[in-house]
């Protein structure tokens, strides 16, 4: 009889530990209690020239290697030289080897900033023979398509012969699009072509570029470019497909140009504003801090004409007297910088009537663009000579003397800041999925009337070339904390946006987007940020969370390097915004787990809630799924209209991502 009593004293315990378990979570959005509003600004993008992001990505023109910078390297014969240069061009070969050679000719240069040619020698008539570029990994054909190209030439050849440019495929059997260049003289001058593809071609990347030749003789080039169509058909412009899906993203603002591209590894190599307007074949380029050179074709000016298009406003960072080497600048040796900021800053947005503004409406575009935030430096937090404060203040005070509208933005914290006053600190984070988890409530805690925090990096790092599904939830779950936070969070911008997914592409694993010469594709990522952006109300609505099921999550690798401890974390994140004008809440719930979750939704105070509402939703069946270029659309949001009440409940997928957008009065 005891040991009866006994066992269903057990029983009841147990069914009363598998209840209290299993207790639905409840989320009470508290739709009477004043919301923090949200920031206007609050997500945008960020970028730099890093996984050709630009050069062989966004930038349009097609030709690797056009001013003939770029020499073949080769192992040299002794060990103690490890490579030398040959005078070869890099990503240019020669059609016919017998009947021609080419060498890299440093006394013939168009200008200044073309000093170099490629001297195609040619040695019999009657052959066809000439120079093939391989591109970008390949050259993007597609049916009806006019692609427009330049190039200067000359030669020494007395019959004036004519070229034939043709985008063909590797093997030169197939020619997609030709055009003759004729009457080529002695003289260096700029020839402009172009050619189209048939309604009939097929698309595909695997092609190349050639310059024909058909005379004996010797001819020099320089600068030989080639575009397809570019959004919006502007002049030396950017590829539709990216912009598009930037666009599609809503961002309000475009962190620019950089990231350590900003920096560069020498002074010589910082980004030099000055150096990239005006017109391309003057632009000399100069080397991206990621192992590449960077023509300077996409310069200031067409950074700022891509945040118009995508209906964003530039953030603008300036070069603040501190390079990846270590070496700085300061007292008053870091003046002619600051002129440099103001001088950039007249650029964006002066009158016409000022020089700098004149400048940018000589160069194409008369109105000023919009800015509100300007960015001093980047990362100087790793500057440990500790001249940065002194350099921002430098550049506080002359840019807050002449701007005073401006907020500025401070790359290092108040505390390394010693007392001088920034208005915006930009913080970053590269974490794992785990680490985002734990970390999800990091902004809860912010002093709310501290300095404006903008996030200018960040990402959760799993998966690559880009990222995957349990990134996607990393990434979902920290920017419910930005969102809920974005009183103090005003900005926020994922990094890097862009990669190249072809081999020798990528310098930095975990992109939002890849691509190779044909096509695109968002990552998981992608798609969570794009939810989040479009789907955003203008006031922070309350949510009390009852009952939120935990899980223990060991220390991933990352957390185990920084030393951080291991605790449980929710399985479930969430947040809630509403418009005001239109009573639209829009609330996003994150499952991090691989069960599904019940979850009880209760509007409370004086509101009306609609009966059917639309939900958007993004998951997968394993965190480790994702998009790839082959398999583009793997996860992407689906939408569907469901049933809600004032007290509803709801299920949510195993690893998803919803934002559920209920009306309400
Ligand atoms: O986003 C890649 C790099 O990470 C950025 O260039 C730099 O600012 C950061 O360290």
Avoid at 64 to 87: C, I, L, T, Y
């Amino acid at each position: 009889m005891k040991r009866k009593t006994f066992l269903l004293a057990l029983l009841l315990l147990g069914c009363t530990l598998v209840h209290a378990q299993e207790k639905t979570p409840k989320l009470v959005l508290q739709m009477d209690k004043p919301g923090v509003t949200v920031s206007p600004t609050l997500y945008g993008l960020m970028t730099e020239e890093i996984n050709y992001s630009y050069e062989g990505g966004l930038y349009a023109q097609l030709i690797r290697n056009p001013s003939f910078k770029d020499e073949v390297r080769g192992r040299g014969h002794q060990g103690w030289q490890p490579f030398f240069a040959m005078g070869k061009p890099a990503y240019w070969s020669l059609c016919d080897s017998l009947a021609s050679d080419m060498m890299i000719d440093r006394n013939e240069g168009i200008n200044s900033a073309n000093n170099v040619s490629l001297c195609l020698n040619v040695k019999e008539s009657g052959k066809s023979t000439g120079i093939i570029n391989d591109g970008f990994w390949g050259f993007p054909v597609r049916p009806k398509t006019t692609y427009n190209g330049s190039m200067y030439v000359k030669t020494d050849a007395a019959d004036s012969p004519a070229l034939t440019v043709s985008m063909e495929s590797l093997d030169g059997k197939t020619v997609y699009a030709s055009t003759q260049i004729a009457g080529v003289s002695g003289e260096w001058k700029k020839y402009s072509f172009s050619f189209s593809t048939s309604d009939k071609v097929v698309p595909t990347k695997d092609t190349h570029f050639r310059i024909a030749v058909g005379s004996a003789g010797k001819y020099w080039f320089t600068r030989v470019t080639l575009f397809p169509p570019t959004y919006n058909n502007r002049p030396n412009g950017l590829r539709p497909d990216l912009m598009t899906m930037m666009r599609n993203m809503n961002p309000k603002f475009l962190r620019l140009p950089g990231g350590n591209y900003l920096e560069g590894n020498t002074f010589a190599d910082r980004y030099d504003w000055k150096a990239t307007i005006g017109d391309p074949d003057l632009r000399v380029g100069h080397n991206s801090p990621w192992g590449y050179r960077s023509t300077d074709g996409l310069g200031l000016l067409e950074y700022l004409e891509w945040t118009e298009d995508i209906g964003a406003e530039p953030t603008l960072a300036v070069f603040a007297g501190y390079v990846l080497n270590g070496d700085h600048l300061a007292g008053d040796y870091i003046k002619p910088f600051v002129q440099d900021a103001l001088d950039e800053i007249e650029y964006v947005i002066g009158g016409t009537d000022t020089k700098w503004g004149a400048q940018r409406a000589k160069d194409g575009h008369p109105g000023p663009f919009k800015l509100q935030y300007v960015e001093i430096g980047n990362e100087d937090f790793f500057d440990r000579s500790g001249s940065y404060p002194g350099r921002f203040k430098q550049f506080y005070d002359a840019i807050k003397a002449k701007y005073p509208q401006l907020g500025i933005i401070s790359t290092a914290d108040e505390k390394s800041l010693k007392g001088v006053k920034a208005d915006i600190i930009d913080e970053h984070y590269y974490r794992d999925a785990a680490s985002m988890y734990r970390n999800a409530f990091q902004y809860d805690s912010y002093d709310h009337n501290g300095p404006k925090i903008f996030c200018g990096e960040w990402a959760t790092r799993e998966g690559s070339p880009t990222t995957n599904m349990n990134a996607a939830l990393g990434d979902a779950a920290w920017m419910t904390c930005m969102e809920r936070n974005s009183d103090i969070l005003i900005m926020a911008s994922y990094a890097p946006m862009l990669v190249n997914v072809n081999k020798g592409g990528m310098q930095w694993e975990s992109d939002l987007i890849g691509y190779n010469a044909l096509n695109s594709y968002g990552s998981p990522s992608y798609y969570a940020q794009a939810m989040f952006g479009n789907y955003l109300g203008d006031k922070v609505v309350p949510v009390a969370g009852e009952d939120i099921p935990k899980f223990e999550l060991p220390q991933s690798r990352e957390e185990k390097q920084r030393g951080m401890n291991a605790s449980s974390v929710p399985e479930i994140y969430y947040v809630a915004t509403k418009d005001s004008k239109t009573g639209v809440v829009y609330l996003k719930m994150v499952n991090v787990v691989g069960k599904p979750q019940k979850v009880s939704i209760a509007f409370d105070g004086d509101v009306k809630v609609a009966s059917k509402a639309i939900k958007v939703e993004l998951k997968s069946a394993n965190p480790s799924d994702t998009n790839t270029i082959d398999n583009p659309k793997n996860i992407i949001p689906v939408k569907s209209n469901i049933k809600v009440s004032k007290n509803f409940e709801y299920t949510f997928a195993p690893y998803s991502i919803t934002v559920l957008q209920i009306s309400s009065k």
